[in-house]
């Protein structure tokens, strides 16, 4: 990205962007927090099917801020994106409020006490994917192009760390905001929650909108896959060249990164290494190159060997989140089986009960910047490395597995005790409140993963690839949301485990199961890991290696 106005940018642009933020995180968390319940309660659908089309709703959110990031990049600039984006968002939460509002666009309600409902028709089903589908690409294609965006805004480094310390402020305080007041608010009526979700969304449309004069727009520059692009197709072409031992018989950009690394390529992926061999033709007279599909640069050869390299470390992490978003799920179908109330007029929403785990993740946060970090790095002399976190992450999250399959235990020897189980809409007498511990404890495993993952990639990966880097982390998420789909749907058909009601299940063993398979990935990272070497050579300093491997922070 170029700027086109240096004279643009800075903190006056931020109550803009900090406003466009609130209002379209709170309008989004709002709907898509309580999307499983309004499916139940609304829609009539079963509760797993529910969670499958939850799955695949989070799956899209989750991996289209990828496309948005391309789309910003390659062609538009990220001011339209985010604004086109916005529209999408504002739209999609209308027509969500009018599904709520309007008779014809639901089927009926259930009778009280009847187990057969009416089902919603092809029409309505068309409306509601319309409408999730609209508010689904307004939130992907705003949450980091925004946080893009506002960081472009600066040009001290120092600057834009302010930047995004308060971006994610804000980002965790309105999505508390709307899995706890607007999630209330729509437990109560669907039309007036879903109403505020897109009275959020247009007054943060138009602050952004309003902001414009005051920005720094980018001009997009091509494509950065390009130029990986370019090193497969090169190295193909040269595949019969044998490799040179001299480091001159390599391309070096001229004037450019390749300053601080001119030699021969690694060893590593050495095959990859023909794309930067030099031949007749492939040189123009000025030393620029004339070929691009048949001669790079070292630099982008090291570039495309780095996301080799950290492909099996990035793969287990997709296989950790996956049991994290199935616990999600479950979760609020759990609470919808249990005692919710809080006093004789207070109930828990369902769907507000996952809140538990973002509060814990920002309060496990703060403990960790301010107490945690520091204190370890005294008593080791040593900061806490990224791959350690990660790691840290694998284990709380297995925790959190055997915790809930002791609590769904528990429930299911009281729901078979007062023989609740053929009562498809029977609520069990045990209180919400056993959920928060499993909640509370996979919270503190995300508050160690997720600034892990962040800082490793934004270390590792390209230069040119920063922004993808940090993208990555939420692209984790959205995989693993299509894998959750794709378990439960294997489970469901060789297991008796989840039946629509799920007092007759065994949730509980889904759990067991999921604790073995967090069990098997935590080997697998741990191999990984093992034999990573980092590619920053400022990692020298800061990141020794870890009790686990002498070689798990090695360099090369």
Not at 239 to 262: C, F, Q, V, W
Not at 293 to 320: A, H
Request: charged share 15%.
């Amino acid at each position: 990205m170029s700027h086109s106005s240096g004279k643009r940018g800075g903190w006056i642009t931020f109550p803009f962007i900090a406003a466009a933020v609130f209002g379209l995180m709170l309008a989004g968390s709002g709907w898509m927090m309580n999307l499983i319940v309004y499916l139940i309660k609304v829609f009539n659908v079963k509760s797993i099917d529910a969670t499958q089309i939850a799955n695949i709703v989070h799956g899209g959110v989750n991996l289209l801020p990828m496309v948005a990031a391309i789309f910003a990049d390659s062609f538009f600039g990220s001011f339209p994106v985010v604004a086109i984006c916005s529209c999408f968002s504002w739209l999609g939460t209308v027509l969500l409020t009018l599904t709520a509002l309007i008779n014809s666009l639901r089927p009926s309600p259930c009778k009280n006490g009847s187990s057969f409902c009416q089902h919603p028709s092809k029409f309505q089903f068309a409306v509601l994917f319309i409408a999730v589908s609209l508010a689904s690409i307004g939130l992907s294609g705003t949450r980091f192009i925004l946080a893009t965006f506002g960081a472009n805004q600066f040009d001290e480094p120092q600057h834009r760390d302010v930047f995004f310390n308060r971006f994610f402020f804000i980002l965790y305080v309105s999505t508390a905001i709307s899995t706890t007041a607007i999630v209330y608010v729509e437990d109560i009526n669907w039309g007036l929650g879903f109403g505020l979700c897109a009275a959020a969304s247009f007054v943060g449309s138009a602050i952004f909108l309003l902001g414009s004069r005051f920005y720094r727009h980018d001009k997009p520059r091509g494509s950065p896959y390009k130029g990986l692009a370019h090193v497969i197709v090169a190295a193909i072409q040269k595949r019969n060249i044998p490799l040179p031992s001299k480091i001159e018989d390599y391309h070096h950009e001229i004037g450019g990164m390749d300053k601080i690394t001119a030699a021969a390529p690694s060893r590593s992926l050495w095959f990859l290494n023909r794309a930067a061999i030099k031949t007749r033709g492939d040189i123009k007279s000025d030393g620029s190159i004339a070929k691009p599909w048949r001669l790079c640069t070292v630099q982008e050869v090291e570039d495309l060997k780095s996301l080799v390299r950290i492909f099996p470390l990035w793969s287990s992490t997709v296989f950790l989140f996956t049991p994290i978003t199935i616990q999600t799920n479950m979760t609020v179908i759990q609470a919808l089986a249990m005692d919710r109330h809080l006093g004789s007029k207070f109930q828990i929403p369902a769907g507000t009960v996952i809140v538990v785990s973002l509060i814990s993740n920002c309060i496990f946060l703060i403990i960790m910047d301010w107490f945690l970090l520091p204190t370890w790095q005294k008593m080791t002399g040593r900061p806490l490395t990224p791959l350690q976190r990660i790691g840290i992450g694998h284990v709380f999250s297995m925790l959190s597995m055997v915790v809930s399959a002791l609590v769904e235990s528990r429930r299911l020897k009281i729901a078979h005790a007062k023989h609740l189980q053929a009562q498809s809409d029977a609520t069990v007498p045990m209180l919400v409140l056993w959920l928060f511990p499993q909640l509370a404890i996979v919270g503190i495993g995300e508050a160690f993963f997720f600034p892990g993952q962040a800082a490793l990639y934004y270390q590792e990966f390209p230069v040119s690839l920063r922004s993808t880097a940090t993208a990555m982390v939420i692209v984790v998420s959205g995989i693993a949301f299509y894998v959750n789909a794709a378990l439960v749907d294997l489970i469901r058909n060789i297991t008796r485990w989840l039946p629509d009601n799920i007092n007759e299940g065994r949730l509980d063993n889904l759990y067991w199961t999921l604790a073995v398979f967090g069990l098997l990935n935590f080997g697998y990272y741990l191999v990984c890991a093992s034999i990573y070497r980092y590619r920053n050579v400022e990692l020298k300093v800061a990141s020794p290696a870890s009790d686990t491997s002498k070689n798990l922070e090695s360099l090369t």
